[in-house]
């Protein structure tokens, strides 16, 4: 596709439910990339991918916090048993190359857990 | 981790004025990148920029890595710069660090 797509643009979950955040890079792009960006703050990594393989999820805040790019491309942010402090914006980028290279984000999804 | 330093934090202009913003860091990078994040929250790419100056239409960035800043000038601004100016740099270890940013408004 032109650019990375992010669905859904919006969630609201429930506290204790589970939920699956989708990001489509730009194709041919080997690297992807999640990050957390609470209000009024910058965006935080949460993990990344080369391909399919996740070298670093050193970022993510705990281990209801799951992702996956299983073939490479599409990659899923899970998150299990959602808690009020998972509500944030989850960004999505992707980038050509394995690293140094321009990355480009998502719009976005914003969870808000009710 | 890196340390991403932004200022200033928040800036109001009148339309047509110009500004600088501006955005140190901690430690040597190989990628420096300026978004805009508009109001629907999507982060916008201005520049990739790790070194040297570039301009593009109104906006210009120039990054100086070896004194370890750099520097986003918006002229002749227009209501539609308004916005949060982030940003993002990248030592290596495919993880961007991300100042906390630069709230423009600008009034008409």
């Known amino acids: 596709g032109a650019g990375v797509s992010q669905s859904p643009r919006y969630k609201v979950a429930k506290r204790g439910q589970d939920v699956a955040l989708r990001c489509d890079p730009i194709?041919?792009?080997?690297?992807l990339f999640w990050y957390q960006q609470a209000l009024g703050q910058g965006p935080e990594f949460l993990t990344y991918?080369?391909?399919?393989?996740?070298?670093?999820k050193s970022g993510l805040p705990s281990d209801r916090f799951f992702a996956e790019r299983p073939e490479g491309s599409v990659s899923t942010l899970k998150i299990q048993r959602t808690q009020q402090e998972d509500s944030a914006v989850y960004l999505c980028?992707?980038?050509?190359?394995?690293?140094?290279?321009?990355?480009?984000f998502g719009q976005g999804t914003r969870l808000t857990v009710v | 981790g890196i340390q991403v330093e932004q200022s200033p934090p928040d800036l109001i202009l009148q339309e047509g004025a110009n500004s600088t913003l501006r955005c140190n860091f901690s430690d040597s990078v190989n990628n420096l990148q300026w978004f805009h994040q508009n109001p629907w929250g999507q982060l916008i790419n201005l520049f990739y920029?790790?070194?040297g100056t570039k301009q593009n239409g109104r906006l210009s960035a120039t990054t100086v890595a070896t004194e370890r800043y750099s520097l986003l000038y918006i002229s002749s601004s227009q209501t539609t710069d308004s916005g949060v100016y982030f940003c993002a740099v990248e030592r290596g270890g495919n993880q961007f660090y991300f100042g906390t940013g630069t709230s423009l408004t600008v009034i008409p």
């Open positions: 991918f080369q391909n399919e393989a996740q070298l670093d």
């Open positions: 920029i790790p070194s």
């Open positions: 194709s041919g792009h080997v690297s």
């Open positions: 980028a992707s980038s050509f190359l394995d690293s140094g290279a321009e990355a480009f």
